[in-house]
């Protein structure tokens, strides 16, 4: 199979030019003016542009949490994605206290296995890390291909290991080659707080923003630099979302150490006032919460910085009634909400658009970041011969308006239900196959394929 994809503008993080690109078999053949070729497939992409599929590094698919599964499968998932223009997800595998790795991995892998439209590829969350854990360290790098490992300083008795854990799994990570990345917000303190609040009856959503105060993400991001600047670890703080934590990563440069970061859409454009809703508030119920306006403008400089490298997404979906399992008290919301469709578009239309990011700043934090800092560059996030045929065909001019009753996520609600939005996915590639045109999936299930990643390093 080939196609020719003509007259487009084409973006990558450093380029920005008009071209042809052909494309033949699952990669980029070539890319220049005029390519005199002939092909299976000529697409006019005149007027619009042409950027790397994106890669989405946070996601949570089929997962199961607070006594529920989250409501997106790797079927519905990547299939939403691939419509919002990201041909790659980084889910994560949780560890279950007491039991290997191996046995978390054949889990999700029951569940991704053969299911997926869009490619992936896993994080390893480590909960109890021991001398059987450490031995599996170098398996999962060396034989799986999982060379990022996610800690978790909240979730105390399921997910959250202790500073002494971390400590050892740092320096058995940085032996082998791989990262540690983080939730990092201080669990004993959050813990705390919503034991607190629960008992003088203040049970509504908003008491969920205010069990998690600045200074426990702030604190937490600290101190992980400063256990990741001991060990020497490569180094990655997960949806940061204030000008706290993005403080200590700056103190951090100070001694001239690189803490990767990344935040997600939410947290650029969406704020602390929606938990005064209620029961709606419980729609944005996530960890960490939505913050203040003084935040967003943080992250955002913090993109124009190079201090934050990545915009993700930490998609999490749960239907309303599932979120309901906390309608009378906050602490039983179910943590996440949808945006793994709408991230692309809106970080467009939000960031590009209004002029707070430019378009090479785009490709950098939706793809070729998370490409060069997991292990994947240049077969992923990179637009050149040779790399993988993931390309998205935008219009940039095209207005729309997100819905629950247009997205295609397996979600009966939206975080962003009636936000306008300038700019669409109009095709999109996954290996050289249009899998996506016009709203219509042409690729079948079980089409994505697993990425196994290379070793990690301080320098994209």
């Known amino acids: 199979m080939s196609i020719l994809i003509k007259n487009g503008r084409i973006l990558t993080a450093s380029e920005d030019y008009h071209a042809d690109i052909y494309v033949e078999g699952e990669t980029i053949h070539s890319i220049g003016k005029n390519l005199n070729v002939s092909a299976n497939r000529v697409i006019d992409a ?5 950027f790397p599929g994106g890669i989405d590094p946070h996601v949570h698919l089929d997962m199961p949490f607070m006594g529920t599964y989250s409501s997106d499968n790797y079927e519905t998932g990547t299939r939403a994605a691939l419509h919002g223009g990201t041909t790659m997800v980084i889910d994560f595998v949780l560890q279950t206290q007491g039991k290997s790795l191996h046995h978390a991995l054949e ?17 390893m969350a480590v909960t109890d890390f021991n001398e059987n854990t450490r031995q599996e360290i170098s398996q999962m790098i060396e034989e799986e291909g999982i060379t990022s490992f996610k800690t978790f300083m909240a979730y105390k008795g399921a997910l959250m290991i ?4 971390m400590v050892d799994l740092m320096q ?4 082998r080659g791989g990262m540690v990345t983080v939730h990092a917000t201080n669990g004993d303190m959050i813990d705390k707080l919503i034991a607190r609040h629960r008992a003088e009856g203040k049970l509504s959503p908003l008491y969920h923003y205010l069990s998690q105060p600045e200074v426990t993400e702030a604190e937490a991001s600290g101190r992980f630099g400063d256990m990741a600047n001991y060990t020497g670890v490569p180094a990655y703080i997960v949806h940061m979302t204030c000008e706290g934590a993005l403080n200590a990563v700056r103190r951090a440069t100070t001694r001239n150490q690189k803490i990767f970061v990344e935040t997600c859409i939410q947290y650029l454009i969406l704020d602390a006032s929606l938990y005064q809703k209620n029961p ?11 913050r203040e306006k003084k935040d967003q403008a943080a992250l ?7 201090l934050v490298q990545v915009v993700g997404t930490d998609h999490c979906p749960f239907m309303w009634e599932q979120k309901m399992m906390g309608a009378v008290d906050f602490s039983k919301i179910p943590n996440g909400h949808p945006a793994i469709e709408n991230r692309m578009e809106l970080l467009w239309s939000e960031g590009v658009r209004t002029g707070k990011i430019s378009a090479n700043k785009y490709v950098e934090v939706t793809s070729a970041n998370a490409a060069k800092i997991f ?13 993988d045929a993931d390309l998205v065909i935008f219009d940039p001019e095209e207005a729309h308006t997100i819905s629950a009753a247009t997205h295609h996520m397996n979600v009966d609600y939206s975080a962003y239900e009636g936000w306008e939005v300038q700019g669409k996915c109009k095709t999109v590639l996954l290996r050289g196959q249009v899998a996506v045109d016009e709203g219509n999936v042409l690729i079948h299930k079980g089409y994505g394929e697993f990425v196994k990643r290379g070793k990690a390093g301080l320098v994209i």
């Open 46 to 50: 005149t007027g619009k542009v042409i």
């Open 162 to 165: 202790d500073d002494g854990q």
């Open 280 to 290: 709606e508030g419980a729609k944005w119920v996530m960890s960490p919460p939505l």
């Open 375 to 387: 292990g994947m560059y240049p077969k992923k996030g990179c637009i050149a011969p040779g790399s």
């Open 300 to 306: 955002w400089a913090g993109l124009n910085q190079g």
């Open 107 to 123: 889990s999700w892998q029951g569940r991704s296995n053969g299911n997926c439209y869009g490619d992936y590829s896993f994080h």
């Open 172 to 175: 058995e990570v940085k032996k």
